[in-house]
């Protein structure tokens, strides 16, 4: 066991300063999330409840298991954009009669149309469906005056869609309202679809019928009526209890998980300290691994690249940071060689940068991470490495919002470890060997 100590001193200008900065972030980003919750204003969503229907995160709460988290995703997209934030809808990953969940929830308090946000909020929650391996249940109702707007526009969602049929992935979706738009398509490529009875409304589609993982053809026939809404979110329930699934993935080596050595309170003035200031890596591991132990990968050779193994909450993994400097040959060597050996042991990879300064995992460790099977968990990078997961932490304003979402850095270990028990759902299996490195223009 090798425990990193790296204990620093709160109360040092940089650290204090950091703090303040992260702080400020905070509020701008709480703002945001504010704004995203409010969905179409007071007065829909007092016209909404009049109606004796439930809003979107109404609607999730109940569909959930009681006290069981929620990993909301990209809850500020749209953000500095002329479209809504949060773009009407509600993503995310939640546990339903034990079982985690993806979850599509439309918001229809916001009027104007869905928007290319919306639009890619559903891709994204569908794609993190199908590779992970989770169940996806759609609780879908557009607005008013998106209703009679005609049949959707594109192919991408329902492409994405299909894909959950492909990979045998359950779909389940509970009808609120009107569909229209590309939320029509939620019911349309359901295997389970439930309606309100009296409230429900599906526009026809001119698309090609999929067959869903259950063999059926969908025809947009309720499978099953609900009384209300909240009969509604039973009879979801119900489905998922009945599926009978399982996670195909190991399941935590340690449990329950040690704490960190050291407090996750200090990822603010980490997160908010200038990066020239706190550029190493190992202090955000070590509030963030289980018992802030981590065995380092060829410590003294390519030096602006941190790699070794840890575990986050009693899941293995395999951790590259980048420490803010730009990769030569020897970073690059060093990362392919270490995502071999990831996927040579099926242990899942976790990519982080202090910042999000561009090209600093060169080509050579692209193209491995291309070829790498294992699952990919990324923060602060973007989507470098199309990771299973990616987050950030605030301080990148509206840009880092098309990520699966801006975080509290306090929050990091938790919101980790959900998504490495979601990535666990499916097989985790590494490809083997990846090949000789060779070296890509900017490696040298």
């Given at each position: 066991m090798t425990v990193l100590d790296t204990a620093i001193d709160p109360r040092t200008p940089a650290y204090l300063e950091g703090r303040g900065v992260a702080l400020e972030r905070l509020?701008?980003?709480?703002?945001?999330?504010?704004?995203?919750?409010?969905?179409?204003?007071?007065?829909?969503?007092?016209?909404?409840?009049?109606?004796?229907?439930?809003?979107?995160?109404?609607?999730?709460?109940?569909l959930l298991d009681q006290d069981s988290p929620f990993l909301e995703l990209a809850p500020v997209a749209g953000w500095g954009s002329n479209y809504p934030v949060g773009a009407g809808m509600v993503t995310g990953v939640g546990v339903i009669?034990?079982?985690?969940?993806?979850?599509?929830?439309?918001?229809?308090?916001?009027?104007?149309?869905?928007?290319?946000?919306?639009?890619?909020?559903?891709?994204?929650?569908?794609?993190?469906?199908?590779?992970?391996?989770?169940?996806?249940?759609?609780?879908?109702?557009?607005?008013?005056d998106t209703a009679a707007a005609g049949p959707p526009p594109g192919g991408g969602v329902a492409r994405d869609l299909g894909r959950l049929a492909a990979q045998r992935v359950p779909t389940v979706c509970v009808v609120f309202g009107a569909t229209s738009g590309e939320v029509a398509y939620l019911p349309a490529l359901a295997d389970y679809t439930i309606m309100v009875r009296g409230h429900t409304k599906m526009l026809t589609l001119n698309a090609p019928p999929l067959r869903g993982v259950n063999g059926h053809v969908p025809t947009g026939a309720a499978d099953q009526l609900?009384?209300?809404?909240?009969?509604?979110?039973?009879?979801?329930?119900?489905?998922?209890?009945?599926?009978?699934?399982?996670?195909?993935?190991?399941?935590?080596?340690?449990?329950p998980?040690?704490?960190?050595?050291?407090?996750?309170e200090d990822l603010l003035s980490l997160s908010g300290a200038a990066a020239a200031t706190l550029s190493?890596?190992?202090?955000?591991?070590?509030?963030?691994?289980?018992?802030?132990?981590?065995?380092?990968?060829?410590?003294?050779?390519?030096?602006?690249?941190?790699?070794?193994?840890?575990?986050?909450?009693?899941?293995?993994?395999?951790?590259?940071?980048?420490?803010?400097?730009?990769h030569a040959a020897a970073e690059t060597q060093k990362a392919v060689h270490f995502i071999q050996l990831a996927n040579a042991t099926d242990t899942s990879l976790l990519l982080i940068q202090r910042d999000r300064t561009p090209g600093l995992f060169g080509a050579g460790v692209i193209d491995a991470l291309a070829h790498s099977t294992v699952p990919h968990l990324a923060l602060n990078t973007g989507r470098t490495g199309d990771p299973r997961f990616a987050f950030g932490w605030p301080g990148d304003g509206p840009a880092a919002?098309?990520?699966?979402?801006?975080?509290?850095?306090?929050?990091?270990?938790?919101?980790?470890?959900?998504?490495?028990?979601?990535?666990?759902?499916?097989?985790?299996?590494?490809?083997?060997?990846?090949?000789?490195?060779r070296p890509g223009k900017g490696d040298q």
């Amino acid at each position: 066991m090798t425990v990193l100590d790296t204990a620093i001193d709160p109360r040092t200008p940089a650290y204090l300063e950091g703090r303040g900065v992260a702080l400020e972030r905070l509020s701008q980003l709480e703002a945001a999330l504010e704004a995203a919750r409010a969905g179409g204003g007071e007065k829909a969503v007092t016209r909404h409840h009049a109606r004796g229907k439930l809003l979107p995160r109404e609607r999730v709460e109940m569909l959930l298991d009681q006290d069981s988290p929620f990993l909301e995703l990209a809850p500020v997209a749209g953000w500095g954009s002329n479209y809504p934030v949060g773009a009407g809808m509600v993503t995310g990953v939640g546990v339903i009669e034990g079982v985690e969940c993806t979850v599509i929830a439309t918001d229809p308090t916001v009027e104007g149309g869905t928007g290319p946000y919306a639009s890619e909020k559903i891709r994204r929650a569908a794609r993190i469906a199908a590779r992970n391996r989770l169940p996806l249940v759609n609780l879908a109702e557009s607005a008013a005056d998106t209703a009679a707007a005609g049949p959707p526009p594109g192919g991408g969602v329902a492409r994405d869609l299909g894909r959950l049929a492909a990979q045998r992935v359950p779909t389940v979706c509970v009808v609120f309202g009107a569909t229209s738009g590309e939320v029509a398509y939620l019911p349309a490529l359901a295997d389970y679809t439930i309606m309100v009875r009296g409230h429900t409304k599906m526009l026809t589609l001119n698309a090609p019928p999929l067959r869903g993982v259950n063999g059926h053809v969908p025809t947009g026939a309720a499978d099953q009526l609900a009384e209300d809404e909240r009969d509604g979110l039973r009879l979801a329930r119900q489905c998922i209890r009945r599926l009978n699934w399982r996670k195909r993935g190991p399941a935590p080596r340690t449990f329950p998980p040690e704490e960190p050595k050291y407090a996750g309170e200090d990822l603010l003035s980490l997160s908010g300290a200038a990066a020239a200031t706190l550029s190493d890596p190992r202090e955000v591991l070590a509030r963030i691994l289980d018992g802030s132990d981590f065995d380092e990968f060829k410590p003294g050779y390519g030096t602006a690249l941190v790699a070794g193994w840890g575990e986050l909450h009693g899941y293995p993994v395999g951790v590259l940071a980048a420490v803010g400097a730009r990769h030569a040959a020897a970073e690059t060597q060093k990362a392919v060689h270490f995502i071999q050996l990831a996927n040579a042991t099926d242990t899942s990879l976790l990519l982080i940068q202090r910042d999000r300064t561009p090209g600093l995992f060169g080509a050579g460790v692209i193209d491995a991470l291309a070829h790498s099977t294992v699952p990919h968990l990324a923060l602060n990078t973007g989507r470098t490495g199309d990771p299973r997961f990616a987050f950030g932490w605030p301080g990148d304003g509206p840009a880092a919002s098309d990520d699966d979402g801006v975080i509290d850095p306090r929050d990091t270990r938790t919101v980790l470890g959900l998504c490495l028990s979601a990535v666990h759902s499916a097989v985790v299996e590494g490809a083997g060997h990846l090949g000789v490195f060779r070296p890509g223009k900017g490696d040298q």
